[in-house]
């Protein structure tokens, strides 16, 4: 039987990457998915290749969730997915000294704005039949610091906090509501397009980044999805507040080599 039959989801930023994995993969555990996506064109596209449901949502304005969340007659599964590092037009400074207030709220109206919202929402639909799964996204930059990226990983961190409150809350009130995040670190989705650039010392940029991987490549966003599944399922009906991180083990350490 699949996985996630009978259920509903919601995804946001849901037009390619990681998002779109994660649809795909519901879709094909036998869920029935609404992608959303600020990226109209994108999200269509995509929805049509997946033969789903598209539904315009910027997650940093409230009355877009409640247009989005108001045509749905159940809620199972909420995926809190749509993020920005706050370098898409281009490098600017992001380190604690010089970056701008306005880039600051920027990536954290998006990163975290947006997966309050996304909650706040979420919750009283799913209080209708007392059960549900949130699963919000954050990075493994919630669980470090990233000097050069103050904003993205403050808002991640928060996104991992927000997560564990939102869990506690749920339980407290006795709805079997589960809320848990996912920690991605080095996934190629086209995020890192910008960084990697393209022409003949792509490759090489691609080798410097993961370089520090122990398993020495990038993740894939099926791998993500796969775990959103999980997360999703019945299966992990006593996970709530959890952490997961997808990172190819840089969070572990460093592997030594015992020839040194």
Partial sequence: MAR???????VTGAARGIGEAIAEAFISEGATVVLSDIDT??????AARLDAVFEKLDVREESDWERVTG????????????GITGFEAGPVPHDPENAALADWHAVHRTNLDGV?????????????QGSGSIINISSRSGLVGIPAASAYASSKAAVRNHTKTVALYCAEQGLDIRCNSIHPA???????E????????????????????????FGTPQEVAAVAVLLASDEAAYM???????????????????EQ
């Fill in 71 to 82: 045509v749905l007659d159940r809620l199972d599964v909420l995926v809190n997915n749509a």
């Fill in 4 to 10: 996630l039959a009978g259920k509903t989801a919601l």
């Fill in 186 to 192: 080095a996934i190629l989705t086209p995020m890192w």
């Fill in 194 to 217: 910008p960084m990697l650039g393209d022409g003949p010392e792509r490759e090489a940029r691609m080798a410097e980044f993961v370089s520090d991987t122990p398993m020495k490549r």
């Fill in 240 to 258: 709530t507040g959890s952490e997961l991180t997808i990172d190819g083990g840089i969070l572990a350490g460093s592997a030594a080599n015992p």
């Fill in 116 to 128: 309050f919202l996304g909650c706040k929402h979420a919750i009283p639909l799913m209080r209708r």
């Fill in 41 to 46: 064109r994108g999200g269509e596209r995509t």
